[in-house]
């Protein structure tokens, strides 16, 4: 059990600095290995196009993107997981367990199975963040203020199977051609594979709405203890929530967007970070967007170097190492 | 005098109905009444945390919609029943969060904490403590805000009786100082020595005043159910 006081120990930036050497060590990382290993020379040769043609071209077609988007979802879903968990004062609430990556994921497969992403880049996107509030809408109606938590994450496992649902009638809907299904399998798994700068260009916002969420740290420390008690103290409690909810939820939905059905990120990014620096949302806010980006990277550089010759989707990698933890997690909480 | 509290015609369906007072400053009201009998919410309403469609709050004569919500966290701080804390939260950074409409600044939690004997459990996380204590830490975050306005629900429920006289003597060296307090309680005893009790009775407002010309034996027994009888009892004091 960490004492109360262990993260006081640390000065203030310490934790934020290892983070992003750690990030950044990540990064470099997952540039150089994969089924071609450049040297970290050569990596920088590529990334700064500097005449190997090789490896410009395996950074900056491939790798680059790949790593980008990585970094992009897992700050987005981190965050997310952060901004629910004090919205709901329930440190189980996660964007996976209460339904609204499976409402993003929803919005994206309908789309799909619609065959309207041949027409625009941002029909996926825009679905996606559609079905995402509809699920999120779906939450705040089921869980009405004061809800206990048992009754918060009874409605997540009610939605998470509605829109499963939704995405597997799309799936069985024998009029769609092989390639769609496997368009919409695809989204259903979570993966990194042959991302482009168009995807990265779909996630930038990610990093926009992480900025807005940045100044917001100190209120919700207050709203993470009692909606009604930060109102007294002088938050103006219904403007936050509105704000909270809105970004967690493009958040969530820009990652699902992009990247599919990545699990767990937004549960055990925040809670890690919680026992070693402690619950203070000032601190949380950057370093969960900087250790969600780490632990997307790392998740993905362990799919790729273990999964062999296919890889290990994203997803699979996050919900291989997320589930024991959230089982830890219960049994330590109980 | 303009009253520090006004409330008027405040009706929520189904919790309570037509609720009128007001408190001058200085006053030290206990708020009594059955359970369900609408006690807390009237206490959420005052405190601005219920709006009340019908009826108005008004603070020092001004309208509760036209003072900015900071400013609302620095005139009125309302305590409730019990809190339910999720993040482990230490019990001083708690306390400091009274301080959170004047800019953080921590002015007065030391003292807070050491007034509400808290010192010993200040590193403490909150999410690890007992129902009194919790009681304290929320008791004195409402104290750091150094708001004329106290509202607390149920304040000495949790308490032993060292705390629990505690709290009352600090709530009334508050009014004595100019402050405003109203506090729910269910000990009819304790009420009896305050200057003003509001006697609520299914949703309504059913009498205000001094507690002996309020709580005659007539009225305990419509309201409570109680026959009462004055006797020689045990009585505390703190040494």
């Known amino acids: ?334 | 005098m303009t009253p520090a509290l006004t409330i008027s015609r405040a009706t929520i369906p189904g919790r309570i109905d037509g609720v009128s007072l007001a408190l001058a400053p200085g006053v030290m009201a206990g708020l009594v009444g059955p359970n369900g009998s609408g006690k807390s919410t009237l206490l959420q309403v005052a405190a601005g945390i219920l709006p009340a469609p019908a009826g108005a709050v008004l603070w020092n004569g001004q309208p509760l919609a036209r003072i900015p919500m900071l400013e609302r966290g620095r005139r009125a701080a309302w305590v409730p029943q019990d809190a339910r804390f999720e993040f482990g939260f230490t019990v001083r950074s708690v306390v400091a969060q009274g301080r959170y409409a004047h800019g953080d600044d921590n002015r007065g939690v030391d003292e807070a904490l050491a007034r509400f004997d808290l010192v010993s459990l200040a590193h403490r996380p909150v999410n690890r403590i007992s129902g009194g204590e919790r009681q304290r830490v929320l008791l004195a975050r409402a104290h750091v805000t150094a708001a004329p306005l106290l509202l607390w629900d149920e304040p000495l429920a949790a308490l032993d009786p060292r705390h629990a006289l505690e709290i009352l003597l600090l709530g009334n060296k508050h009014t004595r100082a100019g402050g405003t307090l109203l506090f729910s309680l269910h000990d009819l005893r304790m009420a009896y020595i305050l200057d003003t009790v509001v006697v609520m009775h299914e949703g309504r407002l059913r009498a205000i005043g001094k507690p002996a010309e309020v709580l005659t034996p007539a009225l305990l027994l419509e309201v409570f159910g109680v026959r009462t009888e004055i006797t020689p009892s045990l009585s505390l004091a703190l040494p």
């Open chain 1, 1 to 334: 059990m960490p004492s109360a006081n262990t993260h006081s120990a640390f000065p203030r930036p310490v934790p934020l600095l290892i983070a992003l050497v750690l990030l950044a060590a990540l990064a470099l990382a997952s540039l150089c290995i994969g089924d071609m290993n450049l040297t970290p020379a050569r990596t920088l040769d590529g990334l700064l196009r500097r005449g190997d043609e090789l490896a410009t071209i395996v950074i900056w077609n491939m790798r680059l993107p790949r790593v980008l988007v990585a970094m992009l979802i897992g700050a987005a879903l981190s965050a997310s997981g952060l901004v629910m968990q004090a919205y709901f004062r329930n440190s189980l609430a996660s964007p996976g367990l209460l339904g609204v990556s499976a409402g993003g994921t929803a919005g994206a497969v309908a789309i799909i199975g619609a065959g309207l992403t041949t027409h625009s880049l941002l029909f996926l996107p825009a679905a996606s963040i559609l079905g995402a509030f509809v699920a999120t809408a779906c939450v705040i109606a089921l869980a009405r203020r004061g809800a206990g938590a048992e009754r918060l994450l009874l409605a997540g496992i009610a939605l998470n199977a509605m829109l499963g649902a939704v995405s597997s009638y799309v799936l069985s809907n024998a009029t769609l051609t092989y390639e769609r299904n496997a368009q919409i399998l695809f989204w259903l798994l979570g993966g990194l594979e042959d991302r482009t700068w168009e995807h990265v260009l779909v996630a930038a916002p990610i990093a926009l709405f992480a900025i807005l969420l940045w100044p917001l740290g100190r209120q919700m420390d207050l709203l993470s203890l009692g909606a009604d008690e930060a109102q007294s103290l002088g938050v103006d409690v219904r403007r936050l929530r509105r704000a909270l909810l809105v970004l967690s939820t493009i958040l969530t939905a820009l990652a699902t967007a992009v990247a599919g059905t990545v699990g767990f990120v937004g549960l055990i990014v925040p809670h890690m970070l919680r026992l070693i620096i402690g619950p203070e949302h000032r601190r949380l806010v950057p370093l969960s967007l900087i250790g969600g980006a780490a632990f997307v990277v790392a998740c993905d550089l362990i799919g790729r170097e273990l999964g062999g010759p296919a890889g290990l989707r994203i997803g699979i990698v996050t919900s291989l190492i997320g589930g024991p933890f959230f089982l830890w997690l219960l049994r330590r909480e109980a």
